[in-house]
């Protein structure tokens, strides 16, 4: 198994910048791909950074040129550099690693972007 917990979620002005973490532990060894998603109130959960065991990344759209994921072999340790953060960035950010056959989520940390 794998277990994953996420933090850094806060609330901050619209331009501004945050870094989400998201530690995992147990078989680490077995993860092969790991992901940011995002699930804003009323709406479905979605991509929105990811980054395979080889190190190639893909960004939804929305955060292309903004956001960036990257990770530390050596802690164990997912990152999500969000910058000129907009309201629409507002959700519950969720990390979320594959190994194996299965999958595994963190319990989410809020980021919430208002003046």
């Known amino acids: 198994q794998v277990q994953l917990a996420e933090s850094g979620g806060d609330l901050v002005q619209p331009g501004g910048s945050l870094r989400l973490s998201c530690v995992a532990s147990g078989n680490i060894a077995s993860i092969y791909f790991m992901g940011w998603y995002r699930q804003a109130p009323g709406q479905q959960r979605e991509s929105v950074a990811t980054i395979t065991s080889e190190g190639s990344t893909n960004y939804a759209d929305s955060v292309k040129g903004r956001f960036t994921i990257s990770r530390d072999n050596a802690k164990n340790t997912l990152y999500l550099q969000m910058n000129s953060l907009k309201p629409e960035d507002t959700a519950v950010y969720y990390c979320?690693?594959?190994?194996?056959?299965?999958?595994?989520w963190g319990q989410g940390t809020q980021v919430t972007v208002s003046s």
């Open positions: 979320k690693a594959n190994f194996a056959l299965f999958t595994s």
